[in-house]
């Protein structure tokens, strides 16, 4: 067990629809990232946020977007779905956010889009 | 640009057996290379890093990785591979973002 906790853990929807999916950093860790995982593309990065304030950009979509609240927690919310966002989403978790720092994972959110 | 490469989509090795799961990076500056393991329907787990020193790292469940700089190569080793190390395997360079490899499945037989 990482310590980052994910829900839900399995999510059904349909196209143009929104969902929110929420992540809970480790104990103390000031910095959240989230990652797609898709059979196409791989592994990707999404976008981290470092004590509330975004830190970094990847491949994020417009239609995405994200937050971290004072608690520390994330949200990442996704909008007018698409058949190609059904994915593994993942969160991870580490103290500040420099490299090298290991980042840890949490179990995912599967996000079936109908 | 930083990137990585997992040559091998899939490795099968014999339980008892030693296994080398290959990764090569392309980073400027010092590398900081990770590796994870993904089992089915579970998260990501680190398993070992590499920042600076002995090229020879050591991790998680008998896990170790070398680190050749001259070849840009971090791959994955064991001595004696189990069955349950049968999974999802991850290669990742660390410079400002994370940026993993395609993945290898390694399938350890019995």
């Known amino acids: 067990d990482s310590g980052v906790t994910q829900t839900p853990k399995h999510l059904i929807t349909a196209t143009g629809q929104r969902v929110t999916l929420r992540c809970s950093p480790r104990?103390?860790?000031?910095?959240v990232y989230w990652y797609q995982q898709s059979l196409d593309q791989g592994l990707q990065f999404l976008i981290q946020?470092?004590?509330?304030?975004?830190?970094a950009k990847g491949n994020i979509l417009e239609r995405f977007s994200a937050q971290q609240f004072p608690d520390l927690h994330s949200e990442l919310n996704l909008s007018s779905l698409e058949l190609g966002d059904s994915a593994l989403y993942f969160c991870?978790?580490?103290?500040?956010?420099?490299?090298?720092?290991?980042?840890?994972f949490g179990p995912g959110t599967r996000l079936l889009v109908l | 640009a930083q990137s990585v490469a997992q040559p091998e989509d899939q490795v099968n090795v014999a339980e008892g057996n030693p296994l080398t799961v290959k990764c090569t990076y392309s980073?400027?500056?010092?590398?900081?290379l990770f590796w994870y393991v993904q089992y089915p329907n579970r998260g990501l787990q680190f398993l070992l890093k590499?920042?600076?020193?002995?090229?020879l790292v050591k991790g998680s469940y008998g896990f170790e990785a070398e680190f050749n700089k001259s070849q840009t190569s971090f791959h994955l080793k064991k001595p004696s591979a189990l069955v349950s190390d049968s999974a999802l395997y991850f290669c990742?360079?660390?410079?400002?973002?994370?940026?993993f490899g395609s993945g290898t499945q390694l399938t350890v037989l019995p």
């Open positions: 980073v400027s500056g010092n590398p900081y």
């Open positions: 990742a360079v660390r410079k400002g973002q994370l940026t």
């Open positions: 104990s103390g860790d000031l910095s």
């Open positions: 991870a978790s580490s103290p500040l956010g420099e490299s090298p720092e290991t980042q840890y």
């Open positions: 590499y920042i600076t020193g002995d090229n």
């Open positions: 946020y470092y004590n509330g304030e975004e830190r």
